[in-house]
Every structure is written in structure tokens, then in C-alpha cells.
């Protein structure tokens, strides 16, 4: 059981920070592509976006299965840290850091 959680959540946690970088990559792509008028209003394009907030889902699955095994080992403490870390990317601006 501590096996299938441990790899729950390291699967979605992974899956949550690549589709969250990708993302963030398209979003700085098009800070870099757009006219000076565009990128003073980019706030607004980038509520096109918005969508990169589901896969807060995925990263909150693999939290919630990583605290269960949390006090199990060192592998489970490391699957939280990374959990932590792909809320915490999706809730930054992140794609500010590429451009």
C-alpha cells in the first residue's frame, strides 16, 4: 500500500510540474513575441491561461497521498517536498524567470 501511494504521488506531482512548465513556456514564448503595447497589458493575455489551474488538482493528489506515508520514510518525505513544489509552481509566475 505505502508503494502504490509513494507512486501515485510522485507520478502526478511529475506530471503536474511538466504540463506546468510547458505551459509557462508558451505563456513566455508569447510575453516574447508580443508588441510593447501587448506586453504592458500582458496580465490580460495571460488570463487565456487560466487552465493551468486545474492541474492543481494532480498536485494535490499526490500531497494527499504522500502525507499518508509521510512519517514512513525518506522517499515519502521527498515525494511531499516535490508536491509542495508543483502547487508552488503553478500558483507563481514562473514564466517570468524564462524570459
Known sequence: MKKKLL???????SISVVITVAINLVIANRYL???NKTRALFGIVETGF???YYFVILALTGLISSLFIFN???AAKI???FSLLSILLIFTGVWRWFV
Open 50 to 52: 487560466l487552465y493551468k
Open 79 to 81: 515525494a511531499t517536498l
Open 7 to 13: 507512486l501515485i504521488s510522485c507520478s502526478s506531482s
Open 72 to 74: 514512513t520514510g525518506r
Open 33 to 35: 513575441t508580443a508588441d
